[in-house]
């Protein structure tokens, strides 16, 4: 009797309940190779300054924010492209923005005003415009053309990245960069040589799983010093959407901390390019600067950096 049951116990343990062990085992040993390769796949560093670096890049409008309040902004247009690569892989991006009807004239941007530009802005004051007319056309010179330099944040920052703007020391030879075949353009090792005075920088870091966005950030507490329309130092914001969407606020502010240019209301909202309709043609004239002052003040807006 007893050796007729030993059998009956033996194949027990090689039947159903075994085989549910051996797929719980391969299971179990399944996810963590799957774990371990996920966690190998981690983003590191150098991951979040490619994504903003390919985020900036591209041709942008804030054409639908003008639509929606002109009085307050105008339609322009921002482009930005690749322009060179620093030795320890720090991505150098051409920056510039222009009225979306003359992006063939951009408003040039340098280091500091100089007489020419500072002729200009007393020719603004002389059209006795509202406020915030004079302070968004402030703002446009100001932050019309620059180098970006994008890497990650230093380890000891809390951080993803680190986005800093630099004046182009031979500003006019990159009017319409981005537009140019590359052959024509100034090349990697031309721009390296341009790359002038720092003007800001701004720490980005990766935003929560529940906003819009994708990264956002802001530069430094005090922000940079600048001269610029009777400013004592500047502030930048910077904030990179999921959909696609840039939103820039750069702002002015005396020793009073009274804000004197940029602009009030919030930022400006660029949203990337799509094909142009005739419906764009009916903008206010706020977005389309009297061609008088422009075609003949052009070379009046050239600030060089030196």
Not at 112 to 124: E, G, I, T, V
Not at 248 to 266: F, L, S
Request: glycine residues 8%; hydrophobic residues 35%.
């Amino acid at each position: 009797m007893v050796s007729s049951a030993e059998p009956s116990s033996s194949s027990a343990g090689t039947g159903p309940g075994r085989a549910r062990g051996l797929v719980l085992k391969a299971l179990v040993l399944l996810g963590g190779v799957l774990l371990l390769k996920r966690l190998r796949k981690s983003t590191t560093r150098w991951d979040h300054a490619g994504a903003v670096t390919n985020s900036l890049v591209g041709e942008k409008f804030s054409r639908e924010q003008a639509r929606r309040d002109p009085d307050n902004y105008f339609n322009i247009r921002m482009i930005t492209c690749p322009a060179a690569e620093m030795v320890d892989g720090s991505k150098v991006l051409y920056f510039e923005q222009a009225f979306w009807r003359t992006p063939q004239k951009p408003f040039r941007q340098g280091s500091s005003p100089s007489s020419h530009a500072k002729h200009f802005m007393l020719f603004l004051c002389s059209l006795a415009l509202p406020e915030s007319v004079f302070l968004l056309l402030q703002n446009v010179v100001t932050i019309s053309k620059r180098f970006y330099m994008v890497k990650p944040c230093p380890k000891e920052m809390k951080c993803d990245v680190e986005l800093s703007s630099y004046a182009i020391r031979d500003v006019e030879e990159y009017k319409n960069f981005c537009d140019r075949p590359r052959d024509q353009r100034p090349q990697p090792e031309e721009v390296i040589g341009d790359i002038a005075e720092h003007l800001t920088t701004i720490h980005l870091s990766r935003c929560e799983r529940a906003k819009r966005c994708l990264y956002e950030g802001t530069c430094p507490p005090g922000g940079f010093p600048s001269t610029w329309g009777g400013a004592l130092y500047c502030s930048s914001e910077l904030t990179i959407h999921k959909n696609g969407e840039i939103h820039t606020w750069d702002r002015g502010y005396d020793e009073g901390g009274n804000q004197v240019w940029g602009p009030k209301a919030g930022p400006y909202e660029f949203k990337p390019a799509r094909p142009s309709s005739n419906d764009d043609m009916f903008f206010s004239p706020l977005n389309s600067p009297p061609t008088f002052s422009l075609d003949k003040m052009e070379s009046s807006f050239v600030v060089n950096g030196q």
